[in-house]
């Protein structure tokens, strides 16, 4: 079955195709990084009207490069910004009416997830799966294709957001968590301490605004202090070390312990944050082949992998009617429609 999909929960706009969940075929990825590296961060408004302008362009791009026929069609209808959702859903939506397919709503999570699918063509459930993203980061059993239950994850800023406001706050530039992990390379990541937060009664549970507000007030403080020479006084890649050193302590010890405790084999590690080397090299040497890494390219938003989860929610027999809502935020446990 070859799925055409549309992601555009964020910023950027991603069209796909994909047969039977594990083969790629196309995979068109337009990042909006820099018309919003402007404001430091993502502009709703401008995020959904981008979505529009981009949309059949790379859907012909990606058409032209799968050249097959297309069977379903897919998109990305929760969680993310709700004008960029309704873009892509809407742009389904009236393919599918077009071309008389069936319509497939995808949690862009579970889709996360499936990118590990297209990487891994033998890798199946049951397994153990954390997401670490820019705007999600949560720890999910995933017990067969389409059955989910929640583990654990942060209670408050996505992995992600925290370096991104930590590198906003070291004049690193928007979004700035490679350039944050860059400069960390460079450091000592025992310099300075920041708190990793544990929550009384939830093992797998933790939390980034504590140690995002540790780094804002000691460079608020600098900055009152000595000004524009603010940054004479710190060790600034031992600073970003260890900063992302608090970041990781967390993710890899909850996510480690959870696979102990509750005995997968497989893990798998998705989402932008993946990118990070230190993150992958923590998790292989306490996983060992237990860690399943997707490859770049498939970590960061894109429409592949909400393609190929749109393969497995339809043999499920997951298909929506033209009247399926988007929605900001939507339980990964729960159906779509
Ligand atoms: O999944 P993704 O592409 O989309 C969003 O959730 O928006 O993730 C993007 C996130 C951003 O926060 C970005 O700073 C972060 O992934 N990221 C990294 C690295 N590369 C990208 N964070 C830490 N280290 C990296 N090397």
């Known amino acids: 079955m070859n799925i055409l999909a549309f992601e555009t929960s964020c910023d950027e706009t991603s069209v796909a195709v ?34 529009l302008e981009a949309i ?4 012909d791009k990606a058409l032209a490069a799968a050249g097959c026929g297309i069977d379903a069609v897919a998109a990305t209808a929760a969680p993310g910004l709700i004008g960029a959702l ?3 859903l809407n742009f389904a939506k009236g393919y599918a009416l077009a071309k008389g397919l069936p319509l497939i709503p995808v949690h862009h999570m579970r889709g996360h997830v499936a990118a590990a699918y297209i990487a891994e063509p033998d890798l199946k459930p049951p397994l153990l799966a954390a997401v670490v993203s820019g705007g999600n980061t949560l720890f999910m059993e995933v017990l067969d294709y389409t059955t989910y239950r929640m583990v654990g994850g942060t ?3 996505a992995a992600g957001e925290a370096f991104d406001k930590g590198a906003r706050l070291l004049g690193l530039g928007y979004p700035g968590g490679a350039a944050l992990s860059r400069l960390a390379a460079e450091g000592d990541d025992t310099r300075y301490k920041f708190p990793v937060a544990e929550m009384e009664g939830a093992p797998y549970d933790t939390s980034f605004s504590g140690v995002k507000t540790v780094l804002r007030n000691l460079v608020h403080h600098a900055k009152q202090l000595y000004g524009d020479d603010w ?3 710190f060790d600034l890649p031992s600073l970003a070390a260890s900063y992302q050193k608090a970041i990781l302590d967390a993710l890899v010890d909850k996510l480690c312990a959870a696979a102990n405790a509750l005995g997968y084999d497989a893990v798998v590690l998705a989402g932008g ?13 306490r996983l060992g ?12 938003d894109n429409a592949a992998m909400i393609a190929a989860q749109a393969y497995y929610e339809s043999l499920d027999g997951v298909f929506a009617p033209m009247s399926q809502n988007a929605y900001a935020t939507f339980d990964v446990e729960k159906a779509l429609c």
């Not at 059949?56 to 859907?59: I, S, W």
């Not at 993946?274 to 040497?285: D, G, I, P």
């Not at 082949?289 to 960061?300: A, D, E, M």
């Open 155 to 157: 209670r408050d800023d």
């Open 231 to 233: 940054a004479d006084g």
């Open 18 to 51: 994909v047969r039977d969940g594990r083969e790629l075929l196309a995979n068109e990825v337009l990042s909006q990084n820099d018309l919003h590296a402007l404001y430091g961060g993502v502009v709703p408004e401008i995020a959904a009207r981008s979505h």
């Open 289 to 300: 082949n237990r860690i399943h890494i997707p490859p770049v390219y498939l970590c960061g």
């Open 56 to 59: 059949a362009r790379l859907t």
């Open 86 to 88: 309704l873009v892509g």
């Open 273 to 285: 944050v993946a990118a990070n080397r230190v993150l992958c090299a923590r998790l292989r040497e």
